[in-house]
């Protein structure tokens, strides 16, 4: 059985006193007042020796477990996938090891998953909320639990948040279609409490406001068959001629809809989208999107976040988003 390497063993190898070398590798030698010759001895002798560090010794004297836990709203949608991803790779940077969870935008499932973690002492918290879940937020702010929300925030919560400009980013794109010349939109979203939602809608009808349009919304547990039933409206009553979309997930549940009716984008209708979505490749004519900035929302919010773990300072940042209307020649 291969003995475990100790602090003293580490000490003895180098001349030094143990605690010496507990200064060095819990990483407080300015305290201890180490020099830097003597620090990089004590990291190379611990390196050669194989040294692993006792975490949960160090988790019951520090009261910290290098853990934070990330409750993203779907992990099955690609964009969710790719925060976790970023919020993983950089919260690796800062020493932290992260335990992801899925609410599937579920107010229940986001409170056990809360509950669990909580148990599991995480030193905070990366979340993008579902619908109807402030008490779950407050609740961990009330714990005094560190917490960053991300993509999605409530107006009346005092927490650190990181997202896009939803509003600004949704006119933008409006305007465009307008430019085009479009004259009469669609916009379809999910029925939401959510300020995301409610800043994508604003948006729109900001930016059309001097054409024809209408806002449709659905359920988001009954995606497809409400929104199969709303699309055939916009098709045959109001007769568009062109779709917004407010996230990736109606988008193509939409576009599969619309190409298995035989509609060609953008001939017939053209189709312009809140988010990315590798389907969108599979289309001749490139489709109009926002791209939101997803490696820089993931960097921030575990920046905001490490920095309330510092000195509780709440940090609230609005990143832009990118029009991205290529044509193909």
């Known amino acids: 059985m291969v003995k475990k390497v100790s602090l003293k063993d580490i000490a003895q190898k180098i001349g030094v006193s143990t605690a010496l ?7 407080n030698e300015e305290k201890g007042r180490v020099g830097k010759e003597t620090a990089e001895k004590i990291r190379q002798a611990a390196k050669e020796l194989n040294y692993q560090p006792n975490h949960i010794a160090k988790s019951l004297k ?6 934070i836990g990330l409750i993203v709203a779907d992990i099955s949608n690609p964009f969710f996938a790719s925060i ?8 690796g940077h800062f020493g ?6 899925s609410s ?3 107010t229940e499932k986001l409170k056990n998953l809360v509950d669990v973690f909580i148990k599991r002492q995480v030193d905070g918290f990366i979340i993008s909320p ?9 609740y961990i702010i009330s714990l005094g639990i560190p917490i960053c929300l ?4 409530f107006n009346h919560v005092n927490s650190s948040y990181v997202i896009t ?14 430019e085009m010349g479009y004259k009469n939109l669609a916009f379809v979203a999910y029925k939401s409490s959510l300020q995301h939602m409610k800043d994508r809608e604003q948006g729109f009808l900001d930016a059309s406001a001097t054409i024809q349009s209408k806002v449709y919304k659905i359920n988001f547990n009954k995606q497809q068959q409400e929104l199969n039933k709303v699309l055939d409206e916009i098709l045959e009553t109001q007769k568009a001629d062109a779709i917004v979309f407010a996230t990736n997930t109606l988008s193509v549940a939409g576009l599969k809809y619309l190409t298995q009716k035989g509609v060609q984008i953008p001939k017939d209708l053209n189709v312009m989208c809140f988010d990315f979505s590798e389907v969108y490749d599979f289309f001749y004519h490139p489709i109009i999107h926002v791209k939101q900035p997803i490696e820089q929302l993931a960097k921030d919010s575990v920046v905001a976040l490490t920095q309330q773990m510092k000195d509780h300072t709440i940090q609230k940042k609005v990143l832009r988003s990118e029009l991205i209307a290529k044509t193909r020649a």
Do not use: C, F, W
Request: negative net charge.
């Open 104 to 106: 599937d935008e579920s």
């Open 96 to 101: 932290l090891t992260t335990i992801i969870g």
């Open 165 to 178: 400009d939803n509003k600004e980013s949704m006119q933008t794109a409006v305007s465009h279609l307008l």
């Open 130 to 138: 579902p619908d109807n879940s402030e008490e779950t937020i407050e």
């Open 150 to 153: 991300i993509d999605r925030h």
């Open 84 to 91: 976790a991803r970023g919020v993983e790779d950089e919260s």
């Open 21 to 27: 070398v507990s200064y060095v590798l819990s990483g």
């Open 62 to 67: 520090t009261g910290k477990t290098n853990t």
